[in-house]
């Protein structure tokens, strides 16, 4: 077979149809937001005709939609018709608001009845589009393709780490757009990652302030960190210091933290929520096997988790093994009701009892549609990859340890594989809790009355108490409370203006690129940790005196040894376990020495525990931290997007 691409019957034939294209297509590449990167220019250009024939013909027009609310400005009479945003909306963000109506010249693209929709996954349509008739609202009339400069970075509103492409004018971030990552994201991003950019110059702090009087006064940084440093100091015998880190804090941010408190003798590191677990090893909090392989999984049981709010790209991969194999595919959720999804997913109940009895085979719910104890048992005969989600409300639970030492005692009396804990796989909601886990960080007992109160781009805590002196160190002063209640406010770099480096959920490691030059006066986190480090020693140094302090730093590092022997003792401890449980082949490295039972009998001693109910983490998408917040673009689109849980 001889096939023939470049004669002059091909060349015909491509400039026809594209004569049919560009009958009512209106030729405003002038004034088009998609012009300079338009692919029907492209085309055009290299196959086109070099003239038109229509000339009396009146090119037809259609209104406008608007389904996208303030994120997708629509003009639809450039639409030529590929059905990509139609396509795109169907298969991989399960959307079928979108259509095909009308036929010949009369076909047009809308919604079938006159509705909005806020998906989190809409805004792709945009880079989809080969023409102008969907682009960026908040970038429309903005700036020209040729204009901008393009930094490859990454994204920090979700704990995958998302390839972007971040075009930059005058130092001032015009768009965000996504980049090809097969591994990671494919070619999507979120809107949270797309639209976030237009609160980055908004309520910024750019100078510290001491409050005095109930009123900020700008100080200067040197004035600022010997300030700070002579509180750590003060306190520092006492171990009445308090750290807290956010969601968007960085692996070196993390490190120096680290380094910097635990050589003061303070261990009291805590997470923005209070986190009721300690999660030592890395298969504990990340996901133990890929995204690639999530693709193939058709049985998936979500435990307190809500993939759709907490990790949308998550569900496009979910989605392509539903597309696959509908028959045998199959979605459980236990803890929240989910019916806000793409495919069915079948729901277990919402109690901790619900929970026991899925552990023990018990639960009428599955019983009704196979015998579930004889379906545990042959799992791996049934489906070829099984996974269980735990969602962030698992962790945050006061018995979250006894919901993962249970679970994976059941995980390894099923016997799924030889690596029984690949199916264990935890959803972290943003990378910041990642850079702590990582470094080992928290802290499962805090401190009920603290002198200090460290917050690193952290925007809400819990354990306020009035006579705390406050560190509020962070991006925005935005209406948060504890700006109001900060007595010390220091000013950090945006995730866009500094090189950084995340581990994502994943537990790959992803570099963030510096694009935007900050304030004069801001530095980032590490660098101001760093500097306090410094500072700390050289007052240490010249402030000791062997009259004066040598009985106080005497006290102080035996604190410190005790603690790094207590620390060691504890692990040597836990290898011996880990050594006589891989011989003596008990389950689960040493952990589940007990039976199930005594794992709750210890935990829900009364009935009234045992039928508590799983709360929501994430009620609305759109307004989950600090930059979201600060969006005037998601402000709009939160207005529509609450999630409740079980209403009657």
């Given at each position: ?52 024939r ?6 037809r ?19 030529i ?20 109506i ?13 509705a ?18 969907s ?12 204009e ?13 780490g ?9 130092n ?42 109930l ?15 002579d ?76 993939l ?7 569900l496009?991969?979910i ?97 799924l ?18 850079s702590?886990f990582?470094?080992?960080?928290f ?31 962070n ?31 994943e ?21 101001i ?8 020693r ?27 022997c ?10 011996l ?10 389950p ?12 709750f ?48």
């Amino acid at each position: 077979m001889i096939i023939n691409t470049e004669n002059k019957r091909v060349q015909f034939a491509r400039e026809s149809i594209l004569e049919f294209l560009l009958v009512n297509h209106p030729l405003d590449c002038p004034i088009c937001d998609q012009g300079g990167e338009c692919d029907l220019q492209d085309i055009t250009l290299v196959f086109g005709s070099d003239r038109g024939r229509f000339y009396d013909l009146k090119k037809r027009a259609i209104d406008n939609l608007n389904c996208a609310g303030p994120l997708i400005k629509t003009i639809m009479t450039r639409c030529i018709h590929c059905t990509r945003c139609v396509r795109f909306l169907y298969e991989v963000a399960g959307n079928l608001n979108l259509g095909v109506i009308g036929r010949g010249n009369n076909m047009e693209i809308g919604t079938f009845i006159e509705a909005s929709f806020f998906e989190e996954l809409t805004g792709n349509i945009i880079d989809l589009c080969p023409v102008g008739a969907s682009t960026s609202m908040p970038y429309a009339f903005t700036a020209r393709s040729w204009e901008l400069l393009k930094i490859n970075s990454i994204d920090v509103m979700d704990a995958l780490g998302s390839a972007i492409r971040v075009d930059i004018v005058n130092n001032k971030v015009m768009r965000i757009l996504p980049r090809l990552d097969e591994n990671v994201n494919e070619e999507w991003i979120t809107n949270k990652a797309r639209f976030v950019y237009d609160s980055l110059s908004i309520q910024r702090i750019n100078f510290p302030k001491l409050k005095y009087n109930l009123k900020f006064f700008v100080i200067s940084w040197n004035f600022a960190l010997h300030l700070l440093i002579d509180f750590l100091i003060s306190f520092m015998y006492n171990i009445n210091i308090e750290a807290v880190i956010g969601p968007f804090v960085d692996l070196e941010t993390a490190f120096s933290l680290k380094n910097f408190f635990f050589s003061m003798g303070c261990f009291n590191i805590n997470f923005i929520y209070n986190l009721k677990i300690l999660l030592d090893y890395k298969f504990l909090y990340l996901l133990n096997l890929t995204l690639e392989e999530l693709e193939f999984a058709n049985l998936i049981f979500l435990i307190g988790c809500n993939l759709r709010y907490e990790s949308p790209l998550i569900l496009t991969r979910i989605r392509k093994s539903f597309l696959n194999d509908k028959t045998n595919f199959n979605i459980f959720s236990l803890g929240l009701a989910l019916n806000t999804f793409s495919f069915k997913v079948k729901n277990l109940g919402n109690s901790v009892r619900t929970y026991k009895k899925f552990l023990e085979g018990k639960l009428e719910n599955l019983n009704q549609i196979f015998n579930f104890k004889f379906f545990l048992l042959n799992l791996h005969f049934f489906y070829k990859k099984v996974v269980f989600f735990f969602g962030m409300n698992i962790i945050l639970k006061i018995d979250a340890i006894s919901f993962i030492k249970s679970f994976l005692y059941f995980l390894s009396f099923l016997k799924l594989n030889s690596f029984f804990w690949k199916n264990f796989n935890i959803i972290a909601s943003n990378l910041g809790i990642l850079s702590g886990f990582e470094f080992n960080l928290f802290s499962n007992k805090m401190k009920s009355e603290t002198n200090l109160l460290y917050l690193i781009n952290a925007d809400s805590y819990e354990n306020l108490n009035v006579n705390n002196f406050i560190v509020y160190q962070n991006h925005f002063a935005n209406s948060s409370f504890l700006y109001y209640k900060a007595d010390l406010l220091l000013p950090s770099m945006l995730y866009l203006e500094k090189t950084a480096s995340y581990l994502n959920m994943e537990g790959r490691y992803r570099i963030s690129k510096k694009g935007i030059i900050p304030f004069n006066f801001i530095f980032s986190d590490f660098d101001i940790i760093q500097v306090l480090n410094i500072l700390r020693r050289i007052k240490i140094i010249q402030n000791f005196s062997i009259l004066d302090n040598f009985f106080d730093i005497l006290n102080y590092f035996k604190k410190v040894i005790s603690y790094e022997c207590l620390f060691f003792y504890n692990i040597t401890k836990f290898f011996l376990k880990l050594k006589h449980a891989y011989f003596l082949t008990e389950p689960f490295y040493g952990f589940a020495y007990d039976s199930l039972k005594n794992f709750f009998d210890k935990f829900y001693n009364k009935q009234k525990i045992i039928n508590i109910v799983f709360l929501t983490f994430i009620n609305n998408y759109y307004k989950t931290d600090i930059f979201c917040r600060n969006s005037k673009i998601l402000s709009l689109c939160s207005l529509k997007n609450t999630q409740y849980n079980f209403i009657k």
